[in-house]
């Protein structure tokens, strides 16, 4: 099966994780009939100082014209906020990349790493967030005043029936039992009509159970019980707050994984991180959200779930011999990026090979 991936390393740290990632790609197609060929798509900050654009027309096509995108992470601490980072939202707009799906799943062996008393944490965390990606307040519809500003928040029926039928058949195929729904439907008009819809939808799936939770009330059962969740589908700007406050629950921000997702068309994989100018160069970035993002990309771009079961539990038997500096463990050996990358890439062979 032959596949072409789009390649964005970016900046900072980028390139060393996604170095990571093609590791990962690399030992698949050596013991699967997988054949990657990939293709850069430079973008980002250093892009920007050579051409004067984030994402040169060139790179676009390139992505445009892949089977998936794998993407670092971009910014530069000497430039402004956004001149880099647009790029990603020229990127989810210009592929209609509605879902942003992220899953926050804290492995057994890092129990000890999440911020959370063992009582909270209770028997796991393994959630899924379904963020929608394209419409709300990220649309950049407003106006900037020195009297006043706004941003109107808008989301049209196709754009929440879409994001929420995604969920619904995310959870059906995770065997997942809930489905929860966050809004804020007691203010907001656009939270009704999502609140509608989303019950609307759930009556295709009468095995699934749903609930709805207020975002500010969400925030607080994140950290007092999150084993109670499943699948969250939520709207733009609330997925993206709860998708951090669940992303550090996990053990590091290294860890992250997610995807920028149109079902059946180029999708774009990335660690949840920056570009962590402050370790960027030295080695010891966690490259694990970047090969769990490769993870998500067969299991949501090649269907593959196999192939993403076999990765997660390389990097899950990985966890229990070596770490890098973020995750590290007293009792086991203090591994460099590349080194982890190896690691995680050996105990994925031993058990393609079989
Ligand atoms: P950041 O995620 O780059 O770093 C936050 C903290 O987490 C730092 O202390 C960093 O060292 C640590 N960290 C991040 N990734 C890590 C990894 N793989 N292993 C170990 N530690 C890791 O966030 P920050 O500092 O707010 O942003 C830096 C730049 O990245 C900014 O220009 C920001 O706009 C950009 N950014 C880009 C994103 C993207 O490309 N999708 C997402 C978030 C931020
Ligand atoms: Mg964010």
């Known amino acids: 099966m032959k596949k072409i991936i789009a390649i964005t390393r970016g900046d900072g740290c980028g390139p060393e994780v996604v170095n990571e990632g093609i590791k990962i790609l690399k030992i698949v197609s050596d013991f699967t009939d997988y054949d990657f060929e990939f293709k850069d798509a430079p973008a980002g900050g250093e892009v920007w100082k050579v051409f004067g654009t984030n994402l040169p027309e060139k790179s676009f096509d390139i992505i445009k014209n892949s089977d998936a995108l794998l993407f670092g992470a971009i910014g530069l601490p000497d430039l402004s906020p956004g001149v880099a980072e647009s790029a990603i939202m020229k990127i989810r707009q210009g592929l209609d990349l509605y879902v942003n799906l992220r899953p926050v799943k804290l492995y057994d062996v890092l129990r000890e790493k999440c911020p959370l008393k063992s009582e909270f944490i209770g028997k796991g965390i393994d959630i899924t967030f379904v963020r929608e990606n394209t419409e709300g307040l990220y649309k950049n519809i407003g106006k900037l005043g020195e009297a006043s500003a706004e941003d109107l928040m808008l989301y049209s029926r196709d754009g929440c029936e879409r994001i929420i039928k995604f969920a619904f058949e995310f959870a059906k195929r995770q065997d997942h039992k809930i489905v929860t729904s966050v809004d804020k439907a007691n203010i907001l008009n656009t939270s009704k009509l999502w609140r509608k819809i989303f019950h609307e939808i759930s009556g295709n799936y009468s095995n699934i159970k749903t ?144």
């Open 211 to 354: 609930e709805d939770i207020y975002i500010d009330a969400f925030t607080q059962w994140l950290i007092r019980a999150p084993h109670r969740f499943q699948t969250v589908v939520t709207g733009n700007m609330f997925g993206d707050i709860i998708s951090d406050e669940g992303a550090f629950l996990i053990g590091s921000l290294g860890m992250g994984s997610s995807g920028n997702i149109h079902p059946g068309k180029v999708s774009m994989y990335e660690p949840i991180h920056g570009s962590a100018p402050d370790i960027a160069g030295k080695g010891i970035a966690n490259p694990i959200g970047t090969i769990l993002s490769v993870k998500l990309m067969f299991e949501e771009s090649f269907n593959s779930s196999e192939i993403g079961r076999n990765i997660d539990n390389a990097v899950e038997a990985a966890l229990q011999e070596g770490r890098t500096l973020d995750i590290q463990s007293k009792s086991l050996k203090t591994l460099s990026t590349i080194e982890m990358g190896d690691l995680i890439a050996s105990k994925l062979k031993s058990t393609l090979k079989v």
